[in-house]
């Protein structure tokens, strides 16, 4: 699903600016997850994952070349759970390798990938704003303020153990994460910087909530 606060029109003169466009996303419920479909060297795939584990806080796996963003993980009473995002310029033998492996919880496991094209090589990547928490009472909102273009705000929202992750703040919901306990909002910023907030009703024990903007220059 497509989240994108502006698009560049065609100007006159001048370089062409720096953008991030939206392509293809993946979905999976166990520890492994395919790169998305039509990845070429030198997209940003971004792994958005959650994995619930009973008795232990769920182990933050990040997958071999690439690098974490943020996460957050914890127990409540016997139930734990982690989450986090993670981020990599595919490379050739990405797409060859097909799949990356990530966290592996041994109650459930969720995950996508949102595979986005640059229209130039990128240079650098930085996270900013990154807030999480793992709560068995209502998770305060989070407000997600990017400090420069182009940025890629995300969110990931779980819910209860038998619960559906209702998100209510002004990111949308609109990746979704294999199954219904979890789900992942993204908005990509390519010309005007806006915060949002990223915000689930309270569904009881197990309540984990966390997001990021991950900033991206030529």
Do not use: H
């Not at 584990?53 to 993980?73: E, K, Q």
């Not at 592996?104 to 999480?132: D, E, F, M, W």
Request: aromatic share 6%; net charge negative.
């Amino acid at each position: 699903m497509l989240a994108i606060n502006q698009l560049y029109g065609f100007g006159v003169g001048g370089d062409d600016p720096f953008s991030l466009t939206y392509i293809n996303e993946s979905q999976s419920t166990t520890a492994t997850i395919s790169i998305p479909a039509g990845a070429v060297p030198g997209d940003l795939a971004i792994l958005f994952q959650m994995g619930t584990t009973a008795t232990a806080a769920t182990p933050l796996v990040t997958p071999s070349g690439w690098t974490r963003a943020y996460g957050v993980n914890g127990l409540l009473s016997f139930i734990g759970r982690g989450g986090s995002f993670e981020y990599k310029v595919l490379t050739s033998g990405d797409i060859s390798a097909g799949t990356v492996t990530g966290i592996n919880g041994n109650s459930n496991n969720q995950k996508a990938i949102l595979l986005l094209r640059p229209s130039k090589p990128i240079a650098t990547i930085s996270i900013v704003s990154t807030a999480g928490v793992f709560t068995s009472s209502d998770p305060p909102s989070q407000t997600i303020t990017p400090t420069a273009l182009v940025a890629v705000l995300c969110g990931i929202a779980a819910g209860a153990t038998a619960g559906t992750a209702v998100v209510i703040g002004s990111m949308a919901a609109n990746l979704p994460m294999g199954a219904v306990r979890a789900t992942g909002g993204f908005i990509i910023e390519n010309d005007a910087l806006a915060s949002e907030t990223w915000d689930m009703a309270d569904l009881g024990d197990v309540n984990l909530l966390l997001s990021c903007s991950i900033q991206v220059a030529a």
